[in-house]
């Protein structure tokens, strides 16, 4: 055993066993201001990713596989129907070593057009009691461009990569469309799919983009430059979904299902994290804190607006769920209510590395209990 990987050792442990992740791991990282302990997870993902044993260590603990979980939406196919969502690796840093850690899928950003910093900070909030979390991170990323040279030297990774892109800081709602053209065609080549981010309550006036015209205008442009960039590099057109706020009223939905289906969007990624801070039960100065809020108190308006699409579009339109999944459980709330594939986020930092392995085995357990083929039988006979 080398240097490197004696230096790994206590973290791959806690890696292979929940409970020291929860008891060891979790309150050292707790103790840290949140962006320096995700920056620091962050650094340490991307000294393992460098190591070939490291990673295939990780793979070997943090993965489970079963050729039954494998789903395909929108032309792609996934291993399983449990995917990173976006905020976690928006520059795109981990994404080699992420499908390691069992994810179906990953999606890296918000990307915009233009590097930006973000908010002052502190921009992270933890509400251990609600298992929660408030950002209002603004969108900090190194931009589109760097972006890009990062994706060509690490490499396709083996999983589906989706691109949530959205609009710079500086740039007017009225110039949104051509600064989402750009990042779209500078992170065309490696996308699997795309996510158009309508919905960040952290960058002023952007949720506007979410209105009838503006959306339609937005979305056909992007539909252009799909067909445009597919006929140029001779390569198959992306899926373009778009990210909503949990926060819209039923008449904002539907102008939005119009304007998805005129559009021919692939599906809806439901949710983003909300402005609301209702039922939580952590202190009033931490609550007031401005910014999205995200983790367990999301579920269920995240999947009421799930029920919501589905039953609105038939559940023709895939639609990717997230905001508050932590175990199988609540995966299973929200393939109920309409879902095709889950993400996660705030339920990855509070449960741990080993959360996607677990949840794909007590999927497993579930499937086989039913007697189902495969998790697309288990869907579509609602026996969840
Ligand atoms: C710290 C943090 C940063 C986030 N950054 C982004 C982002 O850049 N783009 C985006 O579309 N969503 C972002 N999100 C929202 C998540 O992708 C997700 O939609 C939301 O947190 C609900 O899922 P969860 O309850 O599993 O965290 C962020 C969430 C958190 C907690």
């Not at 908010?119 to 990323?141: C, E, S, Y």
């Not at 979410?210 to 590099?233: C, F, I, M, P, T």
């Not at 390569?235 to 102008?255: G, H, M, T």
Request: hydrophobic share 40%.
């Amino acid at each position: 055993m080398d240097t490197q990987q004696r230096t790994f050792l206590p973290v791959i442990i806690a890696v292979k066993y929940a409970m020291i992740y929860k008891r060891l791991v979790r309150p050292l990282l707790f103790r840290a201001e949140p962006e320096a302990s995700h920056e620091r997870v962050l650094v340490l993902l991307e000294r393992a990713q460098r190591s070939p044993f490291l990673k295939n260590m990780v793979g070997s603990w943090c993965t489970y596989h079963d050729p039954r979980l494998r789903v395909e939406y929108f032309g792609l196919s996934f291993l399983n129907p449990i995917g990173l969502a976006a905020g976690f690796d928006k520059d795109a840093r981990v994404i080699q070593i992420l499908p390691k850690l069992g994810f179906g899928f990953i999606e890296i950003g918000t990307v915009t057009a233009r590097a930006q910093s973000g908010n002052p900070k502190p921009r992270i909030f933890r509400l251990p009691q609600d298992r929660a979390l408030i950002n209002r991170l603004g969108f900090n990323n190194s931009g589109a461009e760097a972006v890009a040279e990062r994706l060509e030297q690490l490499g396709k990774p083996p999983v589906p990569l989706g691109v949530n892109i959205g609009k710079s800081r500086d740039v007017g709602i009225d110039e949104a469309v051509s600064d989402y053209l750009y990042s779209f065609e500078k992170l065309f080549r490696f996308a699997d799919y795309f996510v158009v981010n309508v919905s960040s309550p952290n960058t002023p006036g952007l949720r506007q983009l979410q209105d009838r015209e503006r959306l339609e205008e937005l979305l056909s442009a992007l539909a252009k430059a799909n067909e445009k960039h597919g006929r140029d590099l001779e390569i198959n057109q992306r899926p373009i979904l778009v990210k909503i706020a949990p926060d819209l009223s039923w008449e904002q939905l539907d102008d939005i299902l119009s304007v998805a289906e005129s559009t021919r969007v692939a599906g809806i990624v439901a949710t983003n994290t909300t402005i609301g801070r209702e039922r939580l039960v952590s202190p009033g100065s931490v609550v007031r804190e401005a910014g999205g809020l995200s983790g367990a108190p999301l579920a269920k308006r995240s999947n009421e607006i799930i029920t919501y699409i589905s039953q609105h579009t038939e559940g023709k339109l895939p639609i990717i769920g997230v905001g508050g999944v932590f175990n199988a459980e609540d995966v299973f709330d929200k393939l109920k209510a309409g879902a095709s594939l889950v993400q996660t986020y705030t339920g990855f930092i509070y449960e741990g590395p080993s959360m996607v392995k677990q949840i794909n085995r007590d999927l497993m357990k579930k499937l086989e209990r039913t007697g189902a083929k495969n998790l697309s039988e288990f869907m579509e006979a609602k026996e969840l």
